[in-house]
């Protein structure tokens, strides 16, 4: 059941003779004004309105949280932006930071709020279990943790039945790896270049995107294989990959052999041939890679892939941490796309809408092997108030009818930004599915070389700026990452546009001079 303030979606603008706009919220909705971003006339697309007035932030001031996070936090910079965003409040699609400006989420917290930031119903199901029972671990049986473990597997084709409740997709995919190695009872893992399955010791090795490459020896065992990377990689054209949106490299395909498809399952084959043992314990992979910059392969080469990997004793694992839970419109798991059925699931982020939640989920057989060698427990993994969120999330996903807005406005999206990379140069690839796109950034469309981070980031901090906040991917950061919370709709994906394009003509103006 659709609820109803999400129908609340239209706008309400006041223009000034300066040309300098204000946002004005209805006064039935009892919201308070909302400060936007002073820009020029042309830059300055107008921001929807918002039925939600934040609280007014009375925590500690922004220059005490610096020194905080200088003195007593990691000091790996990780932080967007050159003055870091103090968020204060969320309510669907938006965020609030401390000074009151108000922000479309268009990063979802690293593709992680699935149906939008404390979803009433959520919150609500959340605050009731907090009320009852907190915490106590799977050695005691309790009601949220099975009824969450019957909804999920009647989400997943058989014999994917077997659940396994964790907190991390990082701890997920460590699992899938014991799990692969005890069933098999070999040792080599294989996972593509630029794929990122976590940053734990044992994940590490999986993980092939440089910046998360550490010189501590750690995730033996691991070999990497040629990503069929159809924008980047050596082969690939306008009709090899599954999307709305094509890329503008001629194909050489015929339409019922896709040629790049062939030519990197031979790169695959070759290392199977040269990097691995005769028998391997698996194969990771994401269904779309989204750390890498939503990196898309040629259609049906997953399925020769994963068929490939059962000939050498090998499992498969699709890794849904980001591509799961409907967020690619067409189908609820990103695996089903490529129609393949792999042995082993991982996903994480969106099974919680942020709350810290994941799980593996695989075949009674693979899951018997597991506990023959490894007495597996997880203290948090399947708590109460995990699973009570976990099931809201996958209600409100029903409910709301969340897929199919993926899919419809993912679309709408996908096409709508296409449109940029035929007026930019810099703009080399639009690329996804559903709610979970990719821009990348290069120095003109014949190289492809990367366009500079430091241009990058500054389109970056001119979207910021104008009220939308987009994520970064790609070895060289040069890909803007966009996977909004699927409870967005058409008018801000027009906003979002819009100012992605005012951004990109500010940066063409920066240049020329």
Request: aromatic share 10%; net charge neutral.
């Amino acid at each position: 059941m659709a609820l109803a303030w999400r129908n609340v979606r239209k706008a309400f603008y006041m223009e000034t003779s300066l040309g300098i706009l204000h946002l004005c919220p209805p006064s039935s909705l009892g919201a308070s004004w909302i400060s936007v971003p002073r820009l020029t006339l042309h830059t300055k697309p107008s921001m929807p309105s918002c039925d939600f007035s934040p609280e007014r932030y009375q925590s500690l001031p922004y220059s005490r949280v610096l020194e905080i996070h200088k003195e007593n936090l990691s000091p790996v910079q990780t932080a967007y932006f050159q003055k870091p965003l103090l968020l204060h409040q969320g309510h669907m699609e938006w965020l609030f930071d401390s000074e009151g400006n108000r922000y479309l989420d268009f990063f979802s917290g690293i593709v992680t709020v699935s149906v939008g930031h404390c979803h009433p119903k959520v919150t609500a199901v959340a605050q009731k279990q907090m009320d009852r029972l907190w915490h106590t671990s799977s050695v005691f049986f309790h009601p949220s943790m099975h009824e969450y473990a019957d909804k999920l597997s009647a989400l997943l084709p058989e014999p994917l039945k077997v659940i396994f409740l964790v907190n991390s997709g990082s701890e997920a995919n460590d699992l899938a790896m014991m799990m692969a190695r005890a069933y098999s009872n070999h040792t080599d893992i294989i996972s593509f270049r630029g794929a990122y399955h976590g940053c734990s010791p044992y994940t590490l090795g999986l993980t092939n995107v440089g910046i998360y490459k550490t010189q501590l020896p750690s995730g033996m065992g691991c070999q990497s294989t040629m990503c069929p990377d159809i924008f980047r990689g050596p082969w690939g054209g306008s009709y090899c990959r599954d999307s709305p949106v094509q890329t503008v490299r001629k194909c050489s395909c015929s339409p019922d052999c896709c040629q790049a498809k062939e030519q990197y399952i031979e790169q695959f084959k070759e290392t199977l041939n040269t990097s691995v043992a005769k028998s391997i314990a698996g194969f990771f992979a994401e269904p779309i890679q989204g750390v890498n910059g939503v990196v898309q392969y040629p259609k049906e080469f997953l399925k020769e892939a994963f068929a490939l990997v059962r000939e050498r004793g090998g499992v498969c694992i699709a890794d849904e941490v980001q591509t799961g839970f409907g967020r690619l419109g067409s189908h609820f798991w990103g695996f089903q796309s490529h129609d393949v059925l792999p042995d082993i699931v991982t996903m994480a982020k969106g099974i919680g809408n942020g709350f810290p939640m994941a799980a593996v989920v695989t075949t009674p057989e693979i899951a018997k092997s597991l506990a023959k060698c490894l007495h597996h427990f997880s203290t948090f993994g399947g708590n109460p108030l995990a699973c009570a969120i976990g099931s809201a999330v996958l209600e409100v996903i029903k409910e709301e009818n969340l897929q199919k807005n993926s899919q419809e406005v993912g679309t709408y999206m996908l096409l709508k930004f296409a449109k940029l990379r035929d007026e930019f140069d810099i703009i080399g690839d639009v690329r996804g599915k559903g709610l979970m796109m990719g821009i990348e950034m290069v120095q003109d469309k014949m190289s492809r070389q990367p366009l500079p981070k430091t241009e990058v980031n500054q389109i970056h901090e001119d979207c910021k700026d104008m009220g939308l906040l987009v994520g970064r991917g790609g070895n060289f950061s040069q890909t803007f990452r966009i996977a909004p919370p699927m409870c967005i709709t058409k008018l801000e994906v027009d906003f979002a546009f819009e100012v992605f394009r005012a951004a990109l003509i500010q940066h063409m103006e920066r240049r020329a001079k």
